[in-house]
């Protein structure tokens, strides 16, 4: 028998087969804990240079956590996130370009690192809400999540480098980029839903 699709299920609930050992619900959640965590790891090491007037490097780092929290929800958005951080902090070179260490999380940047389990967290919750399943609320969802990174990230910065540098090198280069994620994110967790939706409706 079909699962009907619900405002509150998260699309990777959705697509996930719950047969076999998937079929308990702490292996289904674990597995997408982990997945979540290595796709934000994957996509942190997109690096695009796109702003001439930066030394800043538009990385796919915040593109990974806005999917990773709409497609988990809040709950696990937030442990996949955290779970990231702590792979990063022992070692493993899953941050932005390669790089590795809790003295990432320590520094200057450190306040964007430490907002992504949040934001993924808020997109979810959002996302249970069903601002996925349509382009211009998944914006808003995202909007609102990408300001949390941005809020966290230069307040924190602003301890190094002053407010008015943390404005002009943590957040106005990345506006662009940003941009161009959230319309990418936000076109493809619809589209997600609206190919969960046929498929579903030819078994």
Not at 68 to 95: D, H, M, N, Q, T
Not at 119 to 142: H, K
Request: glycine share 12%.
């Amino acid at each position: 028998m079909n699962r009907t699709l619900t405002t509150t299920e998260t699309l990777a609930q959705a697509i996930l087969p719950r047969r076999g050992w998937l079929a308990y619900p702490l292996v289904a959640d674990t597995l997408l804990v982990v997945l979540g965590s290595l796709f934000v790891a994957l996509s942190a090491q997109i690096r695009i240079s796109l702003l001439p007037f930066s030394p800043v490097p538009i990385t796919g780092q915040t593109l990974g956590v806005l999917l990773v929290g709409g497609l988990l929800g809040p709950r696990l958005g937030l442990i996949s996130l955290l779970l990231y951080l702590v792979e990063g902090a022992i070692g493993l070179k899953f941050f932005a370009g390669g790089a590795a260490g809790y003295t990432h999380i320590l520094g200057a940047t450190g306040g964007y690192l430490i907002s992504f389990p949040l934001a993924a967290s808020l997109t979810g919750w959002l996302a249970t809400r069903g601002w996925d399943r349509n382009f211009f609320t998944a914006v808003a969802a995202m909007a609102l999540a990408t300001l949390v990174i941005y809020l966290i990230g230069a307040t924190w910065l602003a301890f190094y480098i002053g407010a008015e540098n943390a404005l002009l090198k943590g957040v106005l280069p990345f506006l662009i980029g940003d941009a161009i994620k959230i319309a990418l994110a936000a076109s493809a967790l619809p589209g997600g839903w609206q190919l969960v939706k046929w498929l579903r409706e030819r078994r």
